[in-house]
């Protein structure tokens, strides 16, 4: 039984890689195929540059409760294990790089 389900799981995980992949590959294409249409209709500007700034600003803001709203139900329900540690990873990569973005925003100005 159990060398059957191993045999099962191999195509499982190829598809899901291939459609993780795949995902990845076809988002890009269409952000890239979005900045292209907007460059051409004159759409990159001040103003959009504004709204993206204020957008990825406001997104990180619901994010960051998220993250860590999740790093506690993990920790409640599974306990520490890599689920845990993985949400650490995300949480503290997430604030060095807002810690380096303020340090290098304000030596700019």
């Given at each position: 039984m159990n060398e059957m389900?191993?045999?099962?799981?191999?195509p499982m995980n190829l598809g899901g890689l291939i459609g993780l992949f795949g995902g990845l590959i076809l988002g890009l294409l269409g952000w890239a195929f979005g900045r292209h249409m907007q460059r051409k209709n004159r759409g990159v500007d001040e103003r959009a540059d504004i709204i993206t700034t204020r957008a990825?600003?406001?997104?990180?803001?619901?994010?960051i409760p998220a993250i860590l709203?999740?790093?506690?139900?993990?920790?409640?329900?599974?306990g520490i294990g890599l689920s845990f540690f993985v949400m650490m990873a995300l949480f503290?990569?997430?604030?060095?790089?807002?810690?380096?973005?303020?340090?290098?925003h304000n030596g700019r100005n």
């Open positions: 389900m191993m045999q099962m799981a191999v990825k600003s406001f997104g990180w803001n619901i994010l709203l999740a790093w506690i139900l993990i920790l409640l329900f599974e503290v990569i997430s604030q060095i790089a807002y810690i380096c973005s303020v340090i290098y």
